[in-house]
């Protein structure tokens, strides 16, 4: 897992002393490369110089607010965001995963939490893992998941799309219990390391975006299949 921590991180967030003790955390943990930011503006200066690996990024800024940051920082690559935020409700929390953010941390928090986080992301973002799935393949009618790229290719099209870290677990966990029921708690427990406190709306947008991937027909679907009362079951 060496290579994990040679990725930069990029902390934004206006409270300095929180920047001041996460970097040091993270560098205690290993992360070689930490750089800060305080403000959107700063934040888009020190993204375009040191090109980060994986953003961990404040909703509430003094000059604007995270959302319309990663909007606008993807427009210039998909990097990796987690968002870290004192905002706690559950539609900041969908509107953050709905925009492309890779997680959605609440404060405070556990900072070992974090690194678990950030660890599950720059896993499945740079392919850095770990046994044999790295040479698994799902088939779904014309739809293709590779599990080494975490990259989905469907029907003809050139390009594929890329999984997201939530996505990925989702995904991997429905598929090694193919054509069994999972149930909400065990895909919650797979994807956030605790059972459904709260999370089962995320895993609802989720399960939607993972359909938009792999599904000809995301709203009729064929292969994710949703048991009322019960979970999901892969087919």
Excluded at 7 to 29: Q, S, T, W
Excluded at 97 to 102: H, M, N, S, V
Excluded at 176 to 183: H, Y
Aim: glycine fraction near 10%; proline fraction near 3%.
């Amino acid at each position: 897992m060496a290579g994990i921590y040679e990725y930069k991180i990029m902390l934004v967030d206006d409270e300095p002393e929180l920047r001041r003790m996460l970097a040091a955390f993270l560098a205690k943990e290993g992360f070689k490369y930490v750089v800060t930011a305080g403000s959107c503006r700063e934040a888009k200066e020190v993204y375009r110089k040191e090109a980060p690996g994986l953003i961990l990024l404040d909703v509430m800024l003094p000059d604007g607010d995270g959302f319309g940051l990663l909007r606008e920082l993807h427009q210039e690559s998909e990097v990796p965001v987690i968002f870290l935020s004192a905002r706690d409700e559950d539609e900041d929390r969908l509107h953050g995963l709905g925009i492309g953010a890779d997680d959605y941390i609440t404060k405070p928090f556990l900072p070992k939490e974090l690194i678990l986080r950030m660890t599950a992301v720059l896993k499945r973002v740079y392919h850095v893992r770990g046994g044999d799935k790295g040479n698994e393949v799902l088939l779904l009618g014309d739809c293709k998941v590779d599990f080494g790229s975490g990259v989905v290719q469907k029907g003809q099209a050139e390009t594929g799309v890329t999984l997201t870290a939530k996505e990925y677990a989702i995904l991997e966990k429905l598929a090694s219990n193919r054509g069994r029921i999972v149930t909400i708690d065990a895909l919650c427990e797979a994807v956030w390391q605790e059972g459904n406190y709260g999370y089962e709306n995320t895993l609802i947008v989720h399960i939607r975006r993972l359909r938009e991937k792999i599904e000809a027909d995301p709203s009729h679907p064929q292969y994710l299949l949703t048991v009322r009362g019960l979970g999901y079951k892969l087919v």
